[in-house]
């Protein structure tokens, strides 16, 4: 089992250069947009780049872990306010997979899954989940040995390139193999390194220690500079067959330098140092540790890349943990309860607010089962048009789904911050349904306009604009800001969290202070829409839809579903009516506006779960029982 360990690093310049010429655009994207806290989970080797991650998003004033992947299923309660990105090479081990199941449960604000290989189980499992971006590349070096050697790099230089939008120099010098034989020459069989590191080079700390250990060349211990002065120093009193490795670049090269003069000459040392002061030094590092892997595992007659392995190992690695770790099942309403009580687990509520909210959901619930629905009224982006779907339009599948039901003869409304664009993507979907679009009623920019799908002059872009939507802009302009305008709408939109939280702000602050109470504000997840609170409101649709139920002799309730149903979002009035589903953020109103969606499933994939759930009949639809 294995590769020689030689040959893998002779093709680690090829892997750099193959990375920086990745288009990782698409991953520098969605980590821009990181403001809740980050999970990097990885097992085995790939660990050390979970931890080169978490260091990369902590010099960027993000909060980031790395854990493996038992240590999230412990951190289970904290996940629903936290972005979890899956490292792994293969995508397919039983850690890796129990481990975003698990995740799912919890229903983060984000998964990534960044895998070394195609189509791997972690992205037929990720496919499922509108919530998760699945990224898998094809590196030339192929599959690793028994150690991560390739692999390990294109995820270094992947995640130098997509945190910091800077690329690696492949231009490390590898130092002579005498350098490492001299050190080596030192060192016995039984030698215990003792592995030191600063600023930049804790990832680098780590995989040498996966290596010693994981191919049974030595044990190590690790620890950073001033760590190791609380008693670490010790270790070499009393265990004199030890040696230490110290990782270093200018950052603490002074600190480096005096804490090995303050140790016994006696004791063998070998630095590894960077003169870059910053992340691509790492890798630099990297290069070189695994050069010293090699030759050590030369004087223990060990090939790293395939030490062998015995036979309990394999039963081990293969366990099927996950029916051996307790873990409690929530059920549906159990999970509707606590996205709508804000809470991470059931035991942070007390008694009586738990059957408070268990007495809520059974009413609603029974209300919602006995109703007679004649139309159904949806939010657009972050409901029928996943993120992922934004610049594309609707997905074939929930196109499929609106088509079979307005053949049914009900009444269909659409209601969205959007205009023009919104109607082009609808025109898409039912370009050769003419009938159909006489029975679609369609809110432009948050309500303020509404028209049949068929009347080609809505949205009316050309009106004068609301007078105090004129002096928000008159304004706004003067400092350099410049929205998306429409006659009773501006929206603002920002590319990424940084700058969209600097905006967002000084949006908030700028508007307030102008004291215009004829406006309002909502937000969806990619912008902020200002608007007249007497004229624009997605619950204008309603009066439109009921008029055309009863024109066509169908019950007059309607349906209503969006995705961000606690204000500010853009649906809260919406989600507001007495029948009323999110599928994404819901208020904290016990009467309406629950999430009744399996774990993790969001916008087009929970409108199909819903839709899934209705019984048409003659005149009516109803829902069956979630």
């Not at 230490?244 to 140092?273: R, V």
């Not at 392995?309 to 999970?335: C, F, M, N, T």
């Not at 929205?483 to 602050?509: G, I, K, Y």
Request: glycine share 6%; net charge neutral; charged share 20%.
């Amino acid at each position: 089992m294995g590769k020689p360990f030689e040959k893998e690093l002779e093709i680690l310049p090829k892997t750099i250069s193959w990375a920086n010429e990745l288009d990782l655009s698409a991953l520098s994207e969605i980590v821009a947009k990181y403001h809740h806290p980050v999970y990097i989970v990885g097992s085995g080797g790939s660990f050390s780049a979970c931890i080169y991650a978490a260091d990369l998003l902590t010099s960027r004033g993000v909060f980031a872990k790395a854990v493996t992947p038992l240590e999230l299923f412990y951190a289970k309660p904290t996940l629903k306010n936290s972005n979890v990105i899956f490292i792994s090479a293969s995508g397919s081990n039983t850690d890796i997979l129990f481990a975003f199941k698990k995740s799912i449960e919890s229903e983060p604000v984000s998964v990534v899954s960044i895998c070394m290989r195609t189509r791997t189980k972690l992205a037929a499992m990720s496919s499922n989940y509108s919530m998760c971006n699945n990224f898998e590349f094809e590196p030339p070096a192929g599959k690793d040995g028994f150690l991560a050697t390739n692999s390990l790099l294109g995820f270094f230089v992947i995640l130098y390139r997509v945190i910091t939008r800077g690329a690696i120099q492949n231009s490390s010098e590898r130092l002579p193999r005498s350098t490492y034989v001299d050190f080596v020459n030192k060192l016995t069989k039984d030698t215990c390194f003792v592995i030191l590191y600063g600023s930049y080079h804790h990832s680098v700390a780590v995989d040498m220690e996966s290596k010693f250990s994981e191919a049974g060349l030595a044990p190590s211990l690790l620890s950073d500079y001033r760590q190791f002065a609380h008693g670490r120093h010790h270790w070499f009193d009393k265990k004199r067959d030890s040696a230490i490795i110290a990782l270093t670049g200018p950052a603490d090269e002074k600190l480096c330098k005096k804490t090995l003069q303050l140790l016994p000459q006696e004791i063998p040392k070998f630095t590894f140092y960077t003169p870059l002061d910053n992340f691509e030094g790492t890798v630099h590092l990297l290069l070189q540790s695994m050069d010293l892997i090699n030759n050590y595992g030369k004087r223990q007659k060990i090939d790293p890349g395939k030490p062998g392995v015995p036979e309990y190992g394999s039963k081990i690695y293969h366990l099927r943990y996950e029916r051996l770790v307790a873990d409690e099942h929530i059920s549906s309403q159990d999970l509707a309860i606590i996205r709508k009580a804000k809470v991470n687990t059931l035991t942070d509520l007390s008694k009586a607010e738990h059957d408070n909210w268990r007495d809520s959901y059974v009413n609603f619930t029974r209300k919602l089962s006995s109703a007679k629905f004649g139309s159904l009224i949806f939010d657009y982006d972050g409901t029928l048009c996943s993120a992922a779907n934004r610049f594309k339009g609707m997905g074939e599948a929930t196109a499929s789904l609106l088509i079979k039901f307005l053949k049914k003869g009900f009444v269909l409304g659409i209601s969205s911050g959007r205009g023009k664009s919104l109607r082009s993507d609808l025109l898409k979907v039912f370009h050769n349904e003419q009938e159909l679009m006489q029975n679609v009623i369609v809110g432009y920019y948050n309500g303020s306009e509404i028209a049949s799908l068929t009347n080609a002059s809505y949205p009316k872009k050309n009106a004068a604009m609301y007078p105090s939507l004129l002096i928000v802009k008159d304004h706004l302009k003067k400092m350099g800001i410049e929205p998306n305008e429409s006659p009773n709408q501006l929206t603002f939109v920002s590319t990424t969290t940084r700058e969209w939280h600097v905006l967002r702000a000084t949006l908030l602050n700028e508007i307030m202070l102008l004291d215009l109470g004829d406006l309002t504000i909502v937000e969806s997840s990619h912008s902020i829409d200002v608007v007249p609170r007497n004229i624009a409101s997605k619950n204008n649709i309603l009066a439109h839809c009921k008029k055309l139920c009863v024109k066509h002799g169908l019950a007059t309730d309607a349906l209503c579903i969006g995705d961000k149903g606690q204000w500010p979002g853009n649906d809260y009035a919406l989600l507001a009516n007495e029948f009323a589903l999110s599928v994404g953020e819901v208020s904290t109103m016990p009467q309406t506006g629950w999430n009744m969606s399996p774990p993790g499933v969001k916008d087009e994939k929970a409108v199909a779960h819903i839709l899934d759930k209705v019984v048409m009949e003659n005149g009516y639809f109803t829902l069956a029982e979630f």
